[in-house]
């Protein structure tokens, strides 16, 4: 019984209390509605007073570019109505013009009227005349006329010859005053210093212990030094000092620059000396090809062949009769770019023929042909211009004269020579007599380089093993001395060594 009246207590409760939550869901429910359409109302507000901000805004901008425009169709109508006003003025200005035109064009139809009636008078008065004069000489107007005519020829010509030849003898005069004016301002405008050649040079050392190591073992390293340069190393009483000594300028750097980085780098040994000559003759050979670079920016010329700007390059190590032939060159040019100003002739064409004039004696296995004939075939054959050309072959008239940078190139050439002191006719023919001596040896089959030494007394000849056998070198050294004896001439005698030496390089690896 208690049980049942538990069950219905618990229904009963349940039922009470699911009654009191639906009153609460009920009133929550109602709340939360109220909430919401007050939230609704305040966003309808917001976003009403957001509109009518927004409409304000876009309203203002407007009014703003109204202004604006209407601010610049007043300027365009200000500007159009002061357009309008000068043109009026001009239209007003030459409508007076044309008013005052025509009462000129008037004017002068009055006085050509007048000018014709006068010379109409005139003619009339003329033939009356010379119907009078007729008369009076019994001759025709025609007779007169032709009479005239040929006392009047005879007279001018006579005037005319003599006055030809008043202007053909003051123009000579005046040539030659004018020639001599440029050749002297000229040489006045390019003063250049003069730089002798010599055939030594002094290679300075620290002390005497460094001058041992050169010599080296019984001479091995001097003799080394002297077979890989071809260049006569004098080692005398003279304190910290040893003389290079070679006619060629190259050898003689090459032979200088290694002594100086074996001295620096301290190991001296024959081995050594041929990779250290080796190596200098490579950096001479891009130093060269620099200072042609360099030489041509100097002057100004631009697009030579590459060739040529190391020829260009070359001949800072090369002479002519004494004379440095790059500083020579250089002046050449200088002295043609000024005469061709003052002729009002091609100034760079000049200049580049001046520079490329004594470009070859340069090339050192040169052909038996003059040095200009061979120069104007290099610059043929590397792409010069006809005009450059033909002044390089024409500047010792072995070819005739084409143009007119030709006589400037040979007067140039001839004005840099003529310095007082440019040069030494001596040196010249010294240089060619060593030249024909190793020429003479390198003729040979098996002769691999040959080196004139002690100023032209000694001839230094290597030859290579494998083609000359010890009895073919006694032979061979004998032929060359027999050949120098009967084809050249020279003082006191000539010493001929012929060197054969045999190598065998391996490497381990």
């Known amino acids: 019984m208690n049980f ?7 229904v009963v409760g349940a039922i009470v209390a699911f009654i009191i939550q639906a009153g609460l869901l009920k009133s929550r429910k109602e709340q939360i509605v109220k909430d919401a359409e007050k939230e609704g109302e305040n966003l309808k507000k917001n976003k009403i007073l957001q509109a009518k901000e ?21 300027s365009s109508e200000d500007r159009v109505r002061n357009k309008e006003a000068n043109l009026s003025k001009k239209i007003e200005e030459n409508n007076r013009k044309d008013r005052q035109l025509d009462k000129n064009q008037a004017s002068l139809d ?11 008078e005139m003619d009339k008065m003329h033939q009356k005349v010379v119907a009078e004069l007729s008369k009076v000489s019994g001759m025709s107007v025609e007779d007169a006329k032709a009479g005239l005519i040929e006392s009047l020829k005879d007279e001018a010509r006579t005037s005319a010859m003599a ?21 002297i301002q000229t040489i006045q405008r390019v003063a250049t210093e003069q730089a002798i050649e010599n055939s030594v040079s002094v290679f300075n050392i620290e002390s005497d212990e460094v001058k041992g190591r050169i010599i080296g073992r019984e001479g091995r390293n001097i003799r080394a030094l002297e077979a890989a340069t071809g260049v006569e190393i004098i080692v005398d009483d003279t304190p910290e000092a040893i003389i290079l000594s070679c006619f060629d300028p190259v050898r003689r750097e090459i032979a200088r620059l290694a002594l100086h980085q074996l001295v620096s780098d301290g190991r001296i040994h024959p081995a050594r000396i041929e990779e250290v000559v080796a190596k200098t003759k490579k950096q001479l050979d891009e130093e060269i090809a620099e200072t042609g670079r360099r030489t041509c920016i100097d002057l100004g010329i ?14 800072k190590y090369r002479s002519s009769y004494g004379q440095n032939l790059l500083q020579h060159s250089r002046e050449v040019a200088n002295l043609c770019a000024i005469m061709a100003t003052e002729l009002g002739l091609n100034v760079k064409l000049a200049k580049r023929a001046g520079l490329l004039h004594d470009i070859g004696k340069v090339p050192d296995e040169a052909p038996e042909l003059p040095h200009a004939i061979l120069g104007m075939q290099l610059a043929e054959k590397y792409g010069e211009k006809p005009d450059v050309c033909n002044a390089i072959g024409a500047h010792h008239d072995e070819v005739e004269m084409t143009t007119l940078i030709s006589p400037i190139v040979q007067v140039c050439d001839a004005v840099s020579g003529a310095r007082p002191g440019a040069r030494r006719e001596i040196v010249e023919s010294y240089i060619k007599r060593i030249k024909d001596l190793e ?3 390198l003729g040979y089959d098996g002769v691999n380089t040959a080196y004139a030494i002690q100023a032209g007394r000694e001839l230094r000849v290597l030859v290579e093993a494998d083609k000359v056998s010890d009895a073919k070198a006694d032979e061979l050294s004998f032929e060359i001395s027999q050949r120098i004896q009967t084809e050249m001439t020279y003082p006191g005698q000539v010493k001929v060594t012929l060197i054969r030496e045999k190598r065998a390089v391996n490497y381990a690896k």
């Open 4 to 10: 049942v009246f538990g069950i219905i207590g618990a």
């Open 54 to 74: 927004k409409f304000l805004q876009l309203k203002e901008d407007h009014e703003k570019k109204v202004k604006d425009r209407e601010r610049k169709l007043q």
């Open 110 to 120: 009055a006085k050509i009227k007048s000018y014709d009636a006068k010379h109409q």
């Open 163 to 183: 006055h030809i030849n008043e202007i053909t003898e003051e123009a000579k005069l005046n040539a030659n005053r004018e020639a001599k004016k440029i050749v």
């Open 302 to 315: 631009h697009g030579l062949h590459a060739e040529l700007t190391r020829m260009i390059g070359r001949m």
């Open 439 to 441: 020429g003479l040896a």
